[in-house]
Each structure stands twice: as structure tokens, then as C-alpha cells.
């Protein structure tokens, strides 16, 4: 009896341990199955991390790269803008040159006509100054005008017109010229009219002091009788119509004074 229950544990035993066995060798196989999954999804942890590292790095660069667009994006327009500033500022200066130059050529025209101008009458004024000076100065002489060898008319035309007062009134006259240079003919021809002209108010004095200075800018001339003569109002009128500025002395002194533009760029005398 003994026995067989003995060998009834041992057969329960055995049930037991093979039970054990194979839930054991299930458990394992269950435990390898889950590690070689753990294995893959470690892997694909590790695949997908290595992904999401090398996407970020994408992301990386391409935030780089669009930074630095940006950047060169901001320079270039940047750049525009400053290329659209210099081309304005360029057009107002190429505007205001434009207009400077059109003014000069103007100013240039002006003073060309005014010189042709002057050359005209001076041609006619030469003839005349040359009669004049075989008339009343060098008559019954064969003395050549100052006019022919001068390089200097508007001189040698007030030296005449001294000379002729002297010699058809017996006034003397004084001409003291401090002229820088050769008078241009603009203001030469006007400022030979108008000495001519004031020197006839002096005709009926003493003693005439005619001085003309100044150069290149402006020129004036001043006249000076003793005893003191007045200026006809219809000559200052005549003076200042013609563009010189009149200037009468104190009362009593006789002196009378014109002043008369010279611009420095005048073309100088020909013939």
C-alpha cells in the first residue's frame, strides 16, 4: 500500500515536474520571443531616432539656409535701396547740372551776342575816332592814329577823345588810367561813349581830371572839373539807360562817377 502510493507521488511528481518543464520551456520561448522583439523595437527606436536626428539636421541646415537668404535677401535689398537712392540723388544732380549748363550756355549766348554786339559798333566807332583824330588832333600831319598799333582801343580811344577836347577847347585834361588789363569790348565800346560824353561836360572848364580804373569784374570812370560842372540830368539818364550806375559827388565838387559791368569771361578785341 505504501508502495503504491509512493509511486503514485512519484507519478504525480513526474506529472508535476514535466508540467513545470514544459510551462517552463513555454515561459522561455515566450521570454525570447519578447526579448527578440525588445531587439526590434529597439532597433527600430533607434532607426527612427537616428531618422529624427538626421530630420533635424535637415531642419537645421534648411533653417540655416533660409536664415541665410533671409540675410542675403535683407543685403540685396538693402543694396536696391541704397542703388535707388544714388540713382535718384545722380538724376537731381545730373538735373541741376543740366539746368547749370543750359543757364552757362544762355549766359555764354547772351554774352556772345553782346560782344558781337559791341564789335559792330566798335568797327563803325573806330572809323569814326579815326576821323576824328586826322581832324582836330593830328591835322595837316601825317601821325597815324593811336588806333593802329594798340593793343589796347578802349584806351586809345579815350587818349583821343582826350586829346581832341584839348585841342578844339584848350581844356587840359588829366587821364590817368589804372585799368588791371585791356579793356574787353563789353563794357569797352560803352565805356568809350560814355567818356566821350562826359568829357564834353567839361568842355567849358579849367582843368579836367578824367581817371578809369578797375578790370575784370567791373570798371569805372570818374570825372573830375575845375571849377565844378554839373551833370546835365538828360546825360545821367542817358548813362544809366545804357547800364552804368551814376554816382554824383557832394555839391560843388564837380565830380561825377560810372560804373559799368566787365564780365571776366568777355572775348577780347578783334581788329
Known amino acids: 500500500m505504501v508502495l503504491v502510493v509512493l509511486a503514485m507521488l512519484v507519478i504525480a511528481l513526474l506529472i508535476v515536474l514535466g508540467t513545470a518543464r514544459s510551462s517552463l520551456t513555454s ?23 537616428a531618422d529624427a536626428a538626421e530630420a533635424t539636421a535637415r531642419a537645421a541646415e534648411e533653417r540655416e539656409r533660409a536664415e541665410s537668404l533671409e540675410r542675403e535677401r535683407a543685403a540685396l535689398a538693402e543694396q536696391l535701396s541704397a542703388a535707388q537712392a ?4 545722380a538724376a537731381r544732380e545730373l538735373s541741376e547740372r543740366l539746368a547749370s549748363l543750359e543757364q552757362q550756355l544762355a549766359e555764354t549766348e547772351r554774352a556772345r551776342s553782346g560782344a558781337l554786339d559791341a564789335l559792330g559798333v566798335w568797327a563803325l566807332e573806330s572809323v569814326r575816332l579815326d576821323r576824328l583824330w586826322r581832324d582836330q588832333v593830328a591835322a595837316g600831319t601825317a601821325e597815324p592814329s593811336p588806333l593802329v598799333s594798340t593793343t589796347d582801343p578802349a584806351r586809345a580811344a579815350v ?7 584839348r585841342e578844339s577847347s584848350g581844356t587840359p585834361v588829366d587821364v590817368q588810367w589804372t585799368v588791371s588789363e585791356p579793356v574787353a569790348p563789353v563794357p569797352g565800346a560803352r565805356l568809350v561813349r560814355a567818356v566821350e560824353e562826359l568829357l564834353a561836360v567839361g568842355r567849358a572848364a579849367d582843368a579836367v581830371t578824367l581817371q578809369v580804373d578797375g578790370g575784370p569784374g567791373a570798371i569805372s570812370v570818374t570825372l573830375e572839373t575845375d571849377p565844378p560842372i554839373s551833370m546835365p540830368s538828360h546825360l545821367a539818364a542817358a548813362l544809366t539807360a545804357a547800364g552804368l550806375e551814376v554816382t554824383e559827388g557832394a555839391e560843388g565838387t564837380g565830380a561825377v562817377s560810372a560804373r559799368l559791368a566787365w564780365p571776366p569771361d568777355s572775348p577780347a578785341w578783334e581788329g
Open 159 to 165: 587818349e583821343i577823345h582826350a586829346a581832341a577836347l
Open 86 to 89: 544714388a540713382a535718384e540723388e
Open 27 to 49: 515561459t522561455q520561448a515566450k521570454l525570447e520571443a519578447t526579448e527578440a522583439r525588445l531587439e526590434a523595437a529597439t532597433r527600430d527606436a533607434e532607426a527612427a531616432a
